[in-house]
């Protein structure tokens, strides 16, 4: 059975900075990982997906990176806002279904 | 891309009665979810939206607690029934294109 984990739990840190948030996932035979940000009480909205054959993605001050053998993505956050604060989650699709796994997510706060 | 929009936003209900959510996403889905995130948590899988027949339910998630419909491919029903301060959450509808996973802006439910 999948199981996702993410580290740190928590995170804070000034404007400014650049930030890793890591993903570990136990079963290699991925589909696709995809990150999401979540403000409190609201939905999730799709960050970056990386399919299983790709090693990293790009969007603005976003960077994912996959080493799907190592069961490993992380999450890079350049020049970090407050704007930034949010939980993150990862999720992983499997190869033989349609479930994506979520971890617990990473609470990020940005301070000005 | 998919948009899904999900109704009512919130609700406060009283110990065992039932709420109904209703989920519409603007494009056809292969798939349709249900989770529910308790607060402080992450995202818990609580079944698959199956069109025309019967939802697939996760370990610990029953039909008649949790029945769901799914008449066609962008229309999907979540009741919560005979509810307690316990079902008190956040629930979220989801759909993916069998490629990336879309999430409508949840349902936050408290039940006194």
């Given at each position: 059975?999948?199981?996702?984990?993410?580290?740190?739990?928590?995170?804070?840190?000034?404007?400014?900075?650049?930030?890793?948030?890591?993903?570990?996932?136990?079963?290699?035979?991925?589909?696709?990982?995809?990150?999401f940000r979540q403000?409190?009480?609201?939905?999730?909205t799709?960050l970056?997906?990386?399919?299983?054959?790709?090693?990293?993605?790009?969007?603005?001050?976003?960077?994912?990176?996959?080493?799907?053998?190592?069961?490993?993505?992380?999450?890079?956050?350049?020049?970090?806002?407050?704007?930034?604060?949010a939980?993150y989650?990862?999720?992983?699709?499997?190869?033989?279904?349609?479930?994506?796994?979520?971890?617990?997510?990473?609470?990020?706060?940005?301070?000005? | 891309?998919?948009?899904?929009?999900?109704?009512?936003?919130?609700?406060?209900?009283?110990?065992?009665?039932?709420?109904?959510?209703?989920?519409?996403?603007?494009?056809?889905?292969?798939?349709?979810?249900?989770?529910?995130?308790?607060?402080?948590?992450?995202?818990?899988?609580?079944?698959?939206?199956?069109?025309?027949?019967?939802?697939?339910?996760?370990?610990?998630?029953?039909?008649?607690?949790?029945?769901?419909?799914?008449?066609?491919?962008?229309?999907?029903?979540?009741?919560?029934?005979?509810?307690?301060?316990?079902?008190?959450?956040?629930?979220?509808?989801?759909?993916?294109?069998?490629?990336?996973?879309?999430?409508?802006?949840?349902?936050?439910?408290?039940?006194?």
């Amino acid at each position: 059975k999948q199981e996702v984990t993410q580290i740190p739990a928590a995170l804070s840190v000034p404007e400014g900075e650049n930030l890793v948030l890591n993903c570990s996932f136990t079963d290699s035979a991925i589909y696709n990982l995809q990150w999401f940000r979540q403000d409190p009480g609201k939905g999730l909205t799709s960050l970056l997906l990386i399919q299983s054959s790709q090693r990293e993605q790009t969007s603005g001050r976003l960077n994912a990176s996959l080493d799907k053998s190592s069961g490993r993505s992380t999450l890079y956050i350049a020049a970090s806002q407050p704007g930034d604060s949010a939980t993150y989650l990862c999720a992983v699709k499997d190869s033989y279904g349609q479930n994506f796994v979520f971890g617990p997510g990473t609470r990020l706060s940005v301070l000005p | 891309s998919a948009v899904i929009s999900q109704k009512p936003s919130r609700d406060i209900c009283q110990r065992g009665t039932s709420l109904t959510i209703q989920c519409q996403v603007d494009s056809q889905v292969t798939m349709m979810f249900w989770y529910r995130q308790q607060p402080g948590q992450s995202l818990t899988l609580i079944a698959t939206a199956n069109q025309g027949s019967e939802a697939t339910y996760e370990s610990g998630f029953v039909i008649d607690k949790f029945p769901i419909s799914r008449p066609n491919l962008t229309f999907s029903t979540l009741t919560v029934s005979n509810m307690s301060p316990e079902d008190s959450s956040i629930y979220l509808c989801s759909g993916t294109d069998s490629y990336e996973q879309y999430f409508g802006p949840g349902t936050r439910l408290t039940v006194t």
